[in-house]
């Protein structure tokens, strides 16, 4: 899927009937409004001047002849009349148009969703959640601006423009031949002026998001900041993003009050230049004061809808740099559809796991995992172990299938993971990570993630995850609210709200990647003595470092580079020279 301006037209002709009442208002607005300018300008020549016409004489067929006054107030009263008609109208031509790109950015913002909910993992941490979140809603709302107000902009200035030539040509052809020739001129050049505006802006913009960015990094990362004494290094670096940022402020303050200042003389010249041109036409033609009047009136009205309509090239310009970038969600690759031809979860506890030749890159050229083959039996407690970097955890999450497998094959019983479906897979099969995410919302939501649970078996995973009695000394217990990530929670304990998670999703296999890693020993034997009755229905993987942990499995694979170098059980493991004891120590 691309979206493009004819998507998007192709998503407008699906508001046909709107789109044709919106337009059909938006004549009625121009219809009305345009004689406005011209019924007080009239009175000049037909009171003031004694020279009766078209407005003296309609009035004087209704109610009679009458007084200089009554003429004023009652052309008066239609003058603000036309006016407040066309502001109502105007008004409801806003809302439809409004209402229908609301419901089109909607639609675009409903599939970047349902896309991104299929995107691959790996291209999802390529682009990051930041980037990701400014294209739903900084960029889909310049696409929403522009179909909501340029598009219904356009429309009534053009029709504004086209009316007001018209009325023009009727008064003076000559003078507004002129007018109409010469003043999208002035406009021109006086918006010339105007957008250089836009770049002093545009530079202190970037400022403030240089500073902003490194402002929210410095408060995010303060502990660790903190923690290595560069308080004053990192804030010192802020003082030069702030100096920044004063600079461009200044630069842009005189720099674009001189261009607006100037653009706005040049437009006024123009102005000014009309005015003289009608005195001329009055002194030297037949152009009356009150046409002259009027004039003036249609010049102010004429200049704003240019002026509109030379800003909309900007806003589509704007909005089609906007949908190049929202396009970037959709060129992101999704992760493979597998059909759901077999369950092997279905009718057992428990699963086998068996992976042969499985290679995986993150970016296919740099090799993570090298020809993995392993197979863990029904119920089988294993430990994989391997230095930093040798793949353990890139390992974990393809058994998962947060990742697809790039070459190799993986089943789970007999059944390939390709015939299963990778939704199927995440559903029985847990992962547990050494720092999880959590909401920032209540213990029970991150416990629960929304679904509706017995709050028995929340509080019996919570003693089995051995902080039942540190939430029952909370105040709001369940409902205690954790913070951003947790924050107001240990590391020891976030792992622990994991691992409860966990064992209310009851999965056939679980994978402990080093999940206890923030617990002390002592608090790490009563919580595997807790799960010795869960884990033994299970097939259970533990990536770890601690002999203790270790000691839990039946099995080991040692990794090294990506490959696996060694397995066999921990005695068999603890012989080979040394290479068991060195792949358990010295990673966190």
């Known amino acids: 899927m691309k979206y493009s301006f004819k998507k998007i037209l192709d998503e407008l002709l699906k508001y046909k009937k709107e789109f044709v009442v919106a337009n059909i208002i938006a004549v009625i607005a121009v219809l009305v409004s345009t004689p406005a300018p011209l019924l007080m300008p009239l009175l000049v020549d037909e009171v003031l001047l004694k020279k009766p016409g078209f407005l003296t004489e309609h009035i004087d067929k209704l109610f009679g002849h009458q007084e200089a006054y009554v003429y004023i107030l009652i052309v008066l009263f239609m003058t603000i009349f036309l006016r407040s008609l066309f502001f109502g109208l105007t008004v409801w031509h806003d809302y439809i148009f409004s209402k229908i790109s609301k419901n089109i950015t909607y639609k675009i913002r409903k599939d970047m969703l349902s896309h991104l909910s299929k995107l691959s993992l790996n291209e999802y941490e390529a682009l990051g959640s930041g980037k990701i979140s400014s294209l739903f809603l900084v960029d889909v709302a310049t696409v929403e601006t522009f179909l909501g107000m340029s598009i219904s902009k356009l429309i009534v200035s053009i029709l504004t ?239 998962v299938g947060f990742y697809p497998l790039q070459r190799g094959e993986l089943f789970y019983d007999e059944a390939n993971i390709k015939e299963i479906g990778l939704d199927i897979v995440r559903e029985n099969v847990f992962l547990v990570l050494q720092n999880p995410m959590l909401f920032n919302d209540t213990i029970r939501f991150n416990l629960t993630l929304g679904k509706d649970v017995d709050e028995k078996a929340i509080w019996k995973a919570l003693k089995i995850a051995q902080l039942e009695e540190v939430v029952k000394s909370l105040d709001k217990k369940l409902d205690t609210r954790v913070g951003k990530n947790g924050v107001r929670l240990s590391g020891g304990q976030r792992q622990r709200i994991s691992i409860a998670r966990m064992i209310l999703q009851n999965p056939n296999v679980i994978i402990l990647d080093e999940s206890t890693s923030a617990l002390d020993i002592h608090t790490e034997e009563s919580l595997f003595r807790a799960l010795k009755e869960i884990l033994k229905e299970k097939t259970v993987i533990i990536i770890a470092h601690r002999l203790s942990t270790i000691k839990q499995a039946d099995y080991i694979y040692m990794l090294e580079d990506g490959r696996v170098i060694e397995e066999g059980t921990k005695e068999e493991l603890i012989k080979i020279e040394g290479k068991f004891a060195k792949h358990i120590g010295g990673e966190k």
């Open 161 to 399: 423009v086209i009316g007001v030539a018209v009325v023009l040509l009727l008064i003076n052809w000559k003078l507004a031949l002129f007018i109409l020739l010469v003043n999208p001129f002035v406009v021109i050049v006086s918006k010339k002026f105007a957008r250089k505006v836009s770049l002093y802006k545009k530079e202190e913009n970037r400022t403030f998001e240089a500073f902003s960015e490194a402002l929210s990094e410095t408060l995010d990362l303060f502990w660790q900041i903190r923690a290595s004494n560069q308080e004053k290094n990192f804030i010192k670096r802020l003082f030069v993003k702030s100096d920044d940022i004063k600079k461009a402020g200044i630069a842009f303050a005189y720099k674009s009050d001189a261009a607006l200042r100037f653009s706005f003389l040049l437009f006024l010249s123009g102005f000014e230049l009309f005015r003289a041109a009608s005195i001329f036409t009055v002194a030297y033609g037949n152009l009356s004061i009150g046409l002259m009047l009027a004039i003036f009136g249609y010049l102010w009205v004429m200049m704003g809808p240019i002026q509109e309509i030379l800003n909309i090239q900007y806003s589509y310009h704007n909005a089609k740099r906007a949908l190049n970038r929202i396009n970037q969600i959709f060129q992101m690759q999704k992760e493979p559809h597998y059909p759901h031809l077999k369950n092997p979860f279905k009718e057992s506890k428990t699963n086998s796991i068996t992976l042969k030749n499985v290679s995986f890159s993150y970016d296919d050229e740099n090799p993570v995992l090298k020809d993995i083959n392993m197979h863990i039996k029904k119920g089988q407690n294993v430990a994989i172990v391997g230095a930093s970097g040798s793949g353990k955890t890139t390992l974990a999450q393809i058994m």
